[in-house]
């Protein structure tokens, strides 16, 4: 693993980290502006936690923490994630298929002709 | 009432008198697109199958919402679902992507020890959000793809469905996924998840955190023999599953059984009526001599029998117009390449009369070690369900080989009717009103379903909000109301939109007149001061 690699997993695991200390006094936000205050804080936080997300379950064993609640959390990794691709068959309508991460669209199957 | 004001007295009214929705989960789309694109192109566009949305953008963001509602109607949970809503430039054929974020295991409120649940159902469990300030599902869709965009059921011919994609992707992330990789066999983190839990394969005769590694990666591509185990996705696959289908060898015993097969996109529909008899192997002289890209030699024998022929150098249309030329009633094309189930014949060719069907390389290669004497039917079990199990389990999607991101975390492209988490999205769903067995399977792996009745403003209106079988029309009122509310200025408009979803609804026969009536009557005490 780069030194980018590493910083970004170090980061990764602090962002739960800091997440886990509060967790235990969170309650649910139920009302309109607690509401607000966490899309407003989730927004914040989106580009640095967009960017750590592991690609690999590899990567994302490395993410483990334990939450003051008392569980445990880690990272899910892309690979792991539903990837949605289009095919077109030889009449040009759509057939939508699910892929792994960054995968083409296999060879459309159910309209081979030969 | 101006609309903020509007918005603002339900949402007050809400918290005062909603304790029967309390219990509703909150999915949150946030809009992480910047100004100007995705969720917020201000590209115009005229409403459509009604989304009253008049840009792009506020159409994906109408659609995102509705999605959410319908899921935190059908859902239970006290703490909010955070879902993370981007449209970006992804590519040709990428359509977008959705996952959770995290993996939570042994927090208080897990059923099992050392089992991974997603985020969303972890925090449901627990009653907190056991991880706060990030979004619980991450979802991306592709702006260079042109989705059809309506609420309704009138998808044109040519687009895909957003809702149906969105909710499909939302599916995922609330927890109709396992956390492993069927193409090593190895769990995330090396935990079983809660998925997994229900897993079970027939051959082996274990579930998935029973076997090994080796085990595991095998288990993930035995196709037709790997079942959800849950007891909700089964009373469910009971109630809207058909009778089971399906091609069978009847003759000799050594091969007899039922197999997979792939349906032609050309000539009738294989039915019991049109498709049975003995199995001659068809020959035409030349090159590979059975794959019948050239007229048959041995119609004589091929007549008023079904043509077994190999798939390879020409169309599939060609093989089958030689056969019926040459008196079959019926044509197997066996692959010529191993993998399961298989594939569809494409190609179209009015010409064609005859049914035909595409078998295994493998099931090809059996029929012709013991040719002749085969003979093979098309028949309807009345006693078990298309797309489970004996035992009347519904079977998850493990193709050989491993399609990434498809096998595993789907339901078997076999099942019939079509349903919502197959890996295939088709214009056979409507998941504004139909989830199908999607929610039942979510229920045993912990999520709780609301099922009471939809309310508007607190107020019952009679009509469920999912049912058994996953008709969700009452999630469908309150979505829709959420929406018509959304856009009210007044109470005049929110009642008019409410009146004309009425009207829709009446006329697809979704709803009763007298539940019409009460969800009218609900309607009409939105925004008015009620008594303490």
């Known amino acids: 693993m780069n030194h980018k690699a590493r910083t970004l997993w170090l980061i990764s695991g602090l962002a739960i980290a800091a997440a886990a200390s509060v967790a235990h006094a969170a309650k649910p936000s139920t009302t309109p502006q607690q509401r607000k205050a966490a899309v407003d804080t989730i927004k914040r936080n989106h580009k640095q936690f967009d960017a750590t997300q592991p690609r690999t379950m590899a990567q994302a064993n490395a993410t483990k923490v334990r939450l003051s609640s008392g569980g445990s959390a880690m990272r899910a990794p892309t690979e792991l994630w539903n990837h949605l691709a289009v095919q077109r068959d030889a009449q040009g309508n759509p057939h939508q298929v699910e892929t792994s991460n960054g995968a083409q669209a296999p060879a459309i199957q159910e309209e081979q002709a030969k | ?532």
């Not at chain 2, 197959?422 to 929610?439: G, M, Q, R, V």
């Open chain 2, 1 to 532: 009432m101006n609309k903020p004001l509007l918005a603002l007295t339900v949402a007050i009214s809400m918290a005062l008198f909603g304790a029967t929705v309390a219990s509703a989960a909150d999915v949150v789309p946030v809009n992480f697109d910047d100004p100007g694109e995705g969720y917020n192109d201000t590209t115009p566009a005229a409403p459509v199958g009604g989304n009253p949305g008049t840009t792009l953008g506020e159409q994906r963001q109408i659609v995102a919402q509705f999605a959410a509602d319908l899921w935190g109607s059908v859902l239970a949970s006290d703490v909010p679902v955070y879902v993370g809503a981007q449209f970006n430039p992804l590519g040709p054929n990428v359509l977008g992507s959705a996952g959770t974020t995290f993996y939570i295991y042994n927090f208080p409120g897990a059923a099992y020890p050392d089992t991974i649940y997603f985020s969303a159902l972890a925090d449901a469990l627990a009653g907190e959000d056991l991880v706060p300030g990030y979004v619980d599902i991450s979802s991306q869709f592709s702006s260079d793809f042109t989705f059809y965009y309506g609420l309704d059921d009138n998808t044109p011919a040519g687009q895909i469905n957003f809702l149906d994609v969105v909710m499909h992707e939302f599916g995922h992330g609330l927890g109709f996924a396992n956390a492993e990789n069927e193409g090593t066999g190895e769990f995330a983190g090396g935990l079983q998840d809660i998925y997994s839990v229900y897993t079970y394969d027939n051959t082996a005769g274990k579930y998935w955190p029973q076997m090994t590694v080796n085990e595991r990666k095998a288990s993930g591509i035995n196709y037709g023999n790997v079942v959800f185990t849950g007891a909700s996705a089964t009373a469910g696959a009971g109630l809207i599953l058909d009778p089971r289908t399906g091609f069978r060898v009847t003759a000799p015993a050594s091969i007899a059984g039922d197999y997979p097969y792939g349906t032609a996109s050309f000539g009738p529909a294989i039915s019991p009526a049109n498709f049975g008899g003995s199995v001659v192997l068809g020959t035409d002289g030349v090159g590979a001599s059975n794959d019948g890209c050239e007229p048959l030699d041995n119609g004589a024998a091929i007549a008023g029998n079904i043509a077994m022929l190999d798939r390879g150098t020409c169309n599939f249309t060609v093989k089958v117009l030689n056969a019926q030329i040459a008196g079959a009633t019926g044509v197997l094309i066996a692959d010529n390449a191993p993998g399961n189930p298989p594939p569809g014949l494409g190609g179209t060719d009015p010409a064609i009369t005859i049914p035909s069907i595409r078998i295994t390389q493998a099931l090809g290669n059996s029929i012709k070690a013991v040719l002749p004497g085969v003979t093979v039917g098309f028949v309807v079990d009345p006693n078990e369900l298309q797309g489970a199990d004996d035992a009347g389990r519904p079977r998850l999607y493990m193709p050989d080989p491993v399609q990434g991101g498809s096998s595993g975390s789907h339901y078997d492209t076999a099942l019939a009717p079509n349903a919502l988490m197959e890996p295939a999205i088709n214009d056979s769903l409507f998941a504004a009103i139909n989830l199908d067995i999607t929610p039942n399977l979510l229920q045993d792996t912990g999520w709780k379903l609301n099922d009471g009745n939809a309310t508007i403003d607190g107020c019952d209106t009679g009509i469920g909000i999912v049912d058994d079988a996953g008709i969700i029309i009452g999630a469908n009122v309150q979505a829709t109301s959420n929406l018509c509310l959304s856009r009210a200025a007044r109470r005049g408009d929110y009642q008019g939109c409410m009146d004309a979803y009425k009207g829709r609804m009446l006329a697809d026969g979704l709803i009763t007149d007298k539940q019409a009536g009460r969800m009218m009557a609900c309607a009409a005490k939105v925004g008015k001061a009620k008594k303490q």
